[in-house]
């Protein structure tokens, strides 16, 4: 029987543990969204009160790591992969993940929730290497029984065995935690209805039965998850760059498409609808008209209404006026449909659409309302970007208006670079501002300099393992 844990053991270092187990070998899979801080440096925590253990860990385990990857993603076909890149690149950004994982212990390990192995445990290269033997990485449950890297502190390495309950989803050698929460020693073939059932290397299958992993057609071409069979993905580089935008062109929405055009039901980008036609999907109408509706029709596209007409229905809805008009709330009965008129001036209601305030005025958030007033000074408070005067963003943490970052500063959350700027991850993933990316220069999201679309550079991917996707490239 397992010896229970340490008295005390609260239940946020039960959390710690848990997130531990999944992140000591999870992979990083796709792009981290806008605002991911950069990761502290592997110095944090002990082991009995010693310093530097996390990062004398990183040194005697992550260039083995790296390599071991690196050696089974070739002999894997992740080498097929678009710009998957040779060995030298793989040993880096696969050493530079197996830091990033170890230092994301380090707060846990200062407050005294985990303890850092003293040295590289003996059971680590081979539980690594069995798995990657497979072309699979290690299962998190196991690899962290068999590579105990970081442990809670306080806490026994007796594990339970078959029958017993699971100990934050970990159980002792040869076992593993089954769906209702108990050890079980999981069978090849066998019944199951999670993949913690199953024997490692195995999955679940459709049929409620462990399966080996399916990686048949290793290698091929491929335009999109369908193309890939079994367990097999259809990778390519996460890369993207902006690309000119072209006429008649693929298009996920309306933004990829070149002016006069949105992004069809097919998608490919076709030319906007003309006056009197129906609007495109729903909404789009070409330049000088929007969707209007008379009676029960699905809507037309007509003239941009004018002063005192109802704003017409756009993308974000039906706030689309004239040019020089804005879309009014309607505040006098019978009224019920926003209507089109002046810009608000100062200390009214903030208007719908693309024209919210009177020029030299901005939209602030009062309370519930919205209201018109002029542009604040860094350290006022503010609830929109507009709120801030030139040259500064809102700070949302803050709640207050502050200077647009200078280029190559570390950003969080994208508004941080300025009009003229983005916030784009580098070569190892952290984001930086940079100033607005042009024609074949890397980007995220939508990003790009007016007429350029944000993309993949690769007409298609490759059928890979999973496995191929564990460090961004």
Known sequence: MAIPLARGRSAWQSRVMRNAVRVLVMPIVALVACGGDDPPPVDGGAHDGGSGALEALADGWCPQEAARFCAAAEA?????????????????????????????????????????????????????????????LPEPDLFAVACPLVWPRGASRDLPGPGATCFEGLCAPDARCGDEGRCAVPVSGGACTIHEACPAGERCGDAGTCRPLLLEGNGASCGGP????????????????????VAGGECTGDEACVEGEYCGADGRCVAAPTAGQPCGNGVACAEGLACRFSGEDEGTCQPEPGEGEPCALGTFGPVVCAPGLACLDCTEPPCRDRRCGPPPGDGQPCAAGDVRCAEG???????????????????ESCGLDESCATGLYCDFREGRC????????????????????????????AFRCVPRPTRGEACFLDTCAPGLVCRSPHEAGACAPPMCAAHRF
């Open 361 to 379: 005025l901005a939209c602030h958030v009062e309370g519930e309302a919205s209201v018109c007033r002029p542009p604040v000074a860094a350290g």
């Open 76 to 136: 894997c076909g992740c080498e097929a992969i678009p710009e998957f890149g040779a060995r030298a690149a793989c040993l880096s950004r696969a050493e530079r993940g197996c830091r990033d994982r170890l230092a994301s212990f380090a707060s846990a390990v200062a407050a005294g929730a985990l303890e850092v192995a003293p040295a590289v445990p003996d059971g680590c290269a081979a539980a690594y290497e069995a798995a990657l033997a497979r072309c699979h």
């Open 226 to 245: 369908s193309d890939c069979a079994g367990d097999l993905l259809c990778l390519a580089s996460s890369r993207r760059e902006c690309q000119p935008k």
């Open 402 to 429: 502050a200077p647009w970052f200078a280029p190559g500063t570390t950003c969080r959350d994208g508004n941080e670079c300025g009009d003229g700027g983005a916030c784009v991850p580098d070569d190892a993933g």
